[in-house]
């Protein structure tokens, strides 16, 4: 029994298993292109935002709650992103990332202070942030401009 | 002192009906085109698809779970019922009732296994949107000359079917909630999963009604859905659950099961829908509209929330 942790259990490994078993598959129905070094780049490339996402949104469901406001959050930082390029890179980051943390703390309050649950209190900052990023650009595309350094 | 308290007590029950009240109020004094009788029939119809997938919902959340499945069973619905009604009406109604108690049959077998019904729902999300773009080949299906129409446009003195439908199916599952013993055993699951199976409470069975009936209630919103448009279109319909959670949440259903009632979820959908019906007539930008909406649901859900913990001191949200 003290030699538990050399007895392999499937339950610990489930994850590594079902990502190998699907490794396996992909690598040959696609004749071994899965595992080329451009189209892991590109799967990296197309999750990265998720991934990154997901980062906060583990810490916030490790705690018992769900932030719904991310898809929104994406939406406004981003717009406050290439509405200030012009004032310079550092400039539009700190500013994004400043609203990123201004959404964060007022989900925090409606869930601590008003007492609303995090599902529904995110569901409305979700509503109100949306809003906000039509808002700011007037419901308009706004492009990045190419910036020569 | 005594007084006092009684009357703080009552305020706070009603709380909700008295927010209802104070928006009707405003909207009748300061929009002449909201107090026509047209217009409140036309809010009424629209509204009874969101009211008719809050009662699904409100009985999914009785039981401690969610339905996120709501916006991709209509989809599947309206195509389905698009492809079908060419077979003749009971064919029609028979065949998507059986699939959509299969549907709701196939979320509750995982989360009677454990699966968080929100990630379970999620999945049948993904299910029900591939299958309703698979049928339709990912284009709109154009409903056959009928009648069809009849059940959003169709009217009874002035009353739309659909709103009675709605009005009807409150009453059939209000009945359902309050008088029989499976109502009893959603509140008891509800409250406490443990508990009730102690006591004898079928919970696995208790469960599958829960899903069963809110795939139903997605069915037939998703049948008025497709007869207001006249068309079925397998991409649209995003973000329906959001709004029955919503308006469950309004009107004071506990995310955390056990309370909740559809009379109060119907004030819920009432001032979900009024408030979008009243920024319309008085002309604000859609755009500030998302922001006021959200506003004035964190306020509804806040006073709600005060309501219960002054009560039994529970937090509820």
Known sequence: MQEKQHVFRVSEWRMLIIFTIMVLVLSIASDGVFLKKSNIINLFAQNAIVGVITIGQFLVIVSGGIDLTVGSTVAITSIMYVLFQEMGLAFSIVLAVIIGILIGIINGLTVTKMKIIPFIATLITMGIVRGFAFLVVNGRVIYIIDIED | ?317
């Open chain 2, 1 to 317: 002192m005594e007084k006092q308290h009684d009357y703080q007590r009552l305020l706070n029950k009603y709380s909700i009906y008295l927010i209802l009240a104070v928006m009707i109020v405003i909207a009748i004094l300061t929009s002449e085109e909201f107090r026509t009788f047209d217009n409140i029939m036309n809010l009424l119809a629209r509204m009874s698809i969101v009211g008719i997938l809050a009662i699904g919902q409100t009985i999914i959340l009785i039981t401690g779970n969610f339905d996120l499945s709501h916006g991709s069973y209509i989809a599947l619905s309206s195509v389905l019922i698009a492809i079908i009604i060419p077979l003749g009406n009971f064919a029609t109604i028979g065949i998507t009732f059986i699939i959509f108690i299969f549907l709701g049959m196939f979320n509750a077998f995982f989360v009677n296994r454990g699966v968080a019904s929100m990630i379970v729902t999620l999945g049948m999300t993904g299910i029900a949107r591939s299958a309703a773009l698979f049928l339709s080949n990912s284009d709109a299906v154009n409903l056959p000359d009928g009648n069809f129409g009849m059940l959003a446009y169709g009217t009874i003195t002035n009353i739309p079917y659909c709103v009675i439908l709605w009005l009807f199916l409150i009453l059939l599952f209000s009945f359902l909630l309050k008088y029989t013993r499976i109502g009893k055993n959603l509140y008891a699951v509800g409250g406490n999963k443990e508990s009730a199976r102690l006591s004898g409470v079928n919970v696995n069975r208790t469960i599958y009604v829960a899903f069963v009936i809110s795939a139903i209630c997605s069915l037939i919103a998703g049948a008025i859905y497709t007869s207001r448009l006249g068309v079925a279109l397998p991409d649209k319909a995003v973000g329906y659950e959001m709004d029955s959670i919503a308006a469950a949440v309004i009107g004071g259903t506990s995310m955390k099961g056990g309370v909740g009632n559809l009379g109060e979820t119907l004030v819920g959908v009432l001032i979900y829908g009024i408030i979008t019906n009243f920024f319309n007539l008085i002309g604000i930008n859609a755009y500030w509209q998302q922001v006021f909406k959200g506003l004035v649901i964190a306020i509804a859900v806040y006073v709600n929330i005060q309501k219960t913990i002054s009560t039994d001191k529970r937090k509820v949200g």
